[in-house]
């Protein structure tokens, strides 16, 4: 009698190890596959970045100030081997985005050059794209982080080596509210 | 004076209560007074019918009493007596009617919009209804009327985007009445119809500012049995997966299906969550107007005002039930299940202003939307 109690537990034990190992494993890729969709939306906004440095250079015929920081930058995305090397390589393109942007807009000869001011737009819109793509990602991550760190998955967890993954934060700068009537009179 | 929002400065296409004020005052009270001299001409009339019935109802009486064999017949010619006697009632009343829609309503509508064009004996297609996927049968029955259609914004060349585009939001929205037919036997082996309504009230669809693809639907959270998308077919539940949003007041209040989770965060960024919530939960403006109302003078008074309240309705009490909202490939459905008849009268009632401020409710709610929710906003590339 006492076997087949043990038996029993033994079954239901292994039951909610396959249930549990599934379900972080699926969460898993669900972060890695909403890692994917938001890399290309990222990697689309840095080669429209990289049209609008070309455009700005060829309209103003000057180098652009800082545009060797923005490669440098690229390359570390385009080099990084893991997901979580690539979101620290986009998190410090993102953070350096504003700054380029401002340093270009600079040059007062690019206001009306219609090239430039597309592909300005075009950023804009892919930068909605992004927002909506990071949250995807971060409620992911959420979700897979809360999984993984309640009682007694968290023991399950360790054991397989699941461990917490981090969140695509917009830097500080990005929270502030936009004033758009500004954006419009400028 | 164009009316501008602060935050986006954007032109404001909706108007207030003060402007229809106005504009009833100026041009539209004549026509509605003249309108009310024939509402009880054909009042009148009906009154003179009515009198003319007391005979034959006393006799259908007395032979129900003393020859009940009869009652049937005298019944029978009492009823087509009555509709004969109603005849010219029925039509004068549906003269009326027409003359209401296409003088104050047709009106109304120019004044709330100049783009706007009404035509009331078309609706929208039910192929639209059925593609806006908010509600899980398609309709075997469908009707509707007063359909109202144009745009807000300008489609002039001087008026562009950055990208050329022109600055203008299409609406169209008109009332409806889907219900599905549900066939059964009854006990004794015969097949008989049920008539479900699966919707009644307005249907709008409106320009998203947003390029997208996909659907994405918006529903009541109390209504999520009813609401399953029905263009996948029978897998279509696999196909719309369930989104959780950051905003817990609005995922307490609807529920969120997409067939793709980041076009669904594109659409519902939290600055629209926030002012779809604001949109849908906005307080009455009605507790000053029913402060100021009168007493009743007479019984006759006291039961018009009665019917008033029952039939009257501003735009709060639409929301009394939610609204479903739905984006499809780069339109937003709105449905506001109002479950009445827009743009009616009661003859029993008289025709005023506060029936006329219904009718320019109804209409404003459209360019409300359009406002609240930001839809001429071009700050996104918009083909």
């Known amino acids: ?186 | 004076m164009k009316n501008i929002d602060e935050m986006y400065q954007l032109e404001r296409f909706s108007k207030t209560d003060e402007e229809f004020e106005l504009y009833y005052e100026n041009e539209l009270k004549p026509k509605v007074e003249a309108l009310e001299k024939e509402r009880l001409k054909t009042m009148d009339l009906a009154k003179g019918q009515a009198k003319k019935l007391i005979l034959p109802v006393a006799g259908l009486i007395l032979i129900y009493i003393f020859l009940s064999d009869l009652a049937f017949y005298a019944f029978a010619a009492v009823v087509l007596y009555g509709a004969y006697l109603f005849s010219d009632v029925r039509k004068q009343r549906k003269a009326l009617s027409q003359k209401i829609k296409e003088e104050v309503v047709t009106d109304l509508v120019h004044f709330l919009n100049q783009n706007f064009t009404y035509e009331p004996r078309k609706y929208l297609a039910k192929k639209q209804f059925i593609r806006s996927n908010i509600f899980k049968n398609n309709p075997d029955r469908y009707s509707g009327d007063d359909l109202i259609k144009g745009f807000v914004g300008s489609d002039k060349k001087e008026v562009q985007d950055i990208d050329g585009n022109p600055t203008k939001t299409d609406l169209s929205f008109s009332e409806v009445h889907a219900q599905k037919v549900e066939r059964y036997r009854d006990k004794n082996g015969k097949t008989k119809e049920r008539v479900h309504t699966i919707f009644q009230g307005l249907f709008f669809i409106a320009d998203y500012n947003k390029d997208f693809d996909g659907l994405t639907i918006v529903v009541p959270k109390k209504r999520k049995i009813n609401i399953l998308p029905s263009i996948f077919d029978s897998n279509s539940e696999n196909k719309l997966e369930e989104v959780n949003l950051e905003n817990i007041e609005f995922m307490d209040k609807f529920t969120v299906r997409t067939t793709d989770q980041i076009t669904a965060r594109y659409i519902l960024t939290p600055n629209f969550m926030h002012r779809l919530m604001e949109f849908t939960t906005r307080e009455p403006e009605k507790a000053e107007q029913q402060e100021t109302q009168e007493q009743p003078k007479s019984i006759k008074e006291a039961f018009q005002m009665g019917l008033s309240a029952a039939s009257n309705s501003t735009t709060e009490s639409y929301f009394e039930t939610a609204p479903y909202f739905s984006f499809r490939n780069g339109k937003m459905y709105f449905m506001l299940p109002t479950k009445k008849k827009h743009f009616e009268f009661n003859l029993l009632l008289p025709l005023n202003k506060d029936l006329i401020k219904s009718y320019f409710s109804d209409i404003n709610i459209a360019l409300e939307l359009v406002d609240e929710l930001n839809l001429n906003l071009r700050i996104w590339n918009k083909e």
Request: hydrophobic fraction near 45%.
């Open chain 1, 1 to 186: 009698m006492g076997m087949f109690v043990a038996i029993g537990i033994a079954a239901v034990l292994a039951l909610f190890f396959v249930i549990s190992y599934n379900q972080m494993k699926k969460q898993a890729v669900n972060v890695e596959n909403a890692f994917g969709d938001l890399d290309a939306f990222l990697m689309k906004r840095v080669d429209q970045l990289d049209n609008l440095i070309q455009t700005a250079r060829v309209a103003t015929d000057k180098e652009i100030e800082g545009y060797e920081k923005i490669i440098g930058l690229r390359e570390g995305i385009v080099g990084a081997h893991n997901m979580d090397e690539k979101l620290k390589a986009h998190i410090n393109m993102q953070r350096e985005i504003p700054m380029a942007m401002a340093r270009i807009e600079r040059y007062p000869e690019l206001k009306f050059n219609e090239n430039y001011l597309h592909i300005q737009r075009s950023i804009n819109d892919i930068e909605e794209q992004i927002q909506a793509a990071r949250r995807n990602f971060n409620s992911h991550t959420g979700k897979y982080n809360q999984l993984i760190a309640t009682f007694p998955r968290n023991l399950i967890a360790g054991i397989f080596g699941f461990t917490s993954k981090p969140m695509f934060e917009t830097p500080p700068e990005k929270r502030e509210n936009v004033d758009v009537k500004a954006l419009f009179n400028r």
